[in-house]
Nanobody, 121 residues
Framework: QVQLVESGGGLVQAGGSLRLSCAAS????????MGWYRQAPGKQRDLVAT???????NYADSVKGRFTISRDNAKITTYLQMDSLKPEDTAVYYC???????????????WGQGTLVTVSI
C-alpha cells in the first residue's frame, strides 16, 4: 500500500509558526512534484505551495514570504514551514505527490489524510 502520512498540525496564535511534514511510504521509488493544498470550511481546496524534484518552488500569493516548502528526496518527504501565521490560514492542509510507483515506475497521484491548522486571534 502506498500512502502519504502528514503530521505537525495544531493550534497556534496569530503570528506564530508551525511546521508540517509529509512522508511517503510503501512501494514508492520517488516523487516528481510534491506540494501542499488547503481547504477552509465551506471553501474549495486551494494550492499553497509546490516543489519539484529539482527544488523549484511555487507559492500562492497569500503565503509568499511567510511559508517555505522544502523536501528530502532520499526520504520522499516534504515539509511546510509556516511563519507569521494569520487567522485566515486556518484550514485542513493536504499533502500531494506525483509518486513513482514500483515495480512499474508509473506515476500515481497521492493525497494525504489532511492535518488541521487552526490560527487563533
Amino acid at each position: 500500500q502506498v500512502q502519504l502520512v502528514e503530521s505537525g498540525g495544531g493550534l497556534v496564535q496569530a503570528g506564530g509558526s508551525l511546521r508540517l511534514s509529509c512522508a511517503a511510504s510503501g512501494s514508492i521509488a520517488g516523487a516528481n512534484s510534491m506540494g501542499w493544498y488547503r481547504q477552509a470550511p465551506g471553501k474549495q481546496r486551494d494550492l499553497v505551495a509546490t516543489i519539484t524534484a529539482g527544488g523549484s518552488t511555487n507559492y500562492a500569493d497569500s503565503v509568499k514570504g511567510r511559508f517555505t516548502i522544502s523536501r528530502d528526496n532520499a526520504k520522499i518527504t516534504t515539509y511546510l514551514q509556516m511563519d507569521s501565521l494569520k487567522p485566515e490560514d486556518t484550514a485542513v492542509y493536504y499533502c500531494n505527490a506525483k509518486a513513482i510507483i514500483r515495480p512499474s515506475y508509473n506515476y500515481l497521484e497521492l493525497w494525504g489524510q489532511g492535518t488541521l491548522v487552526t490560527v487563533s486571534i
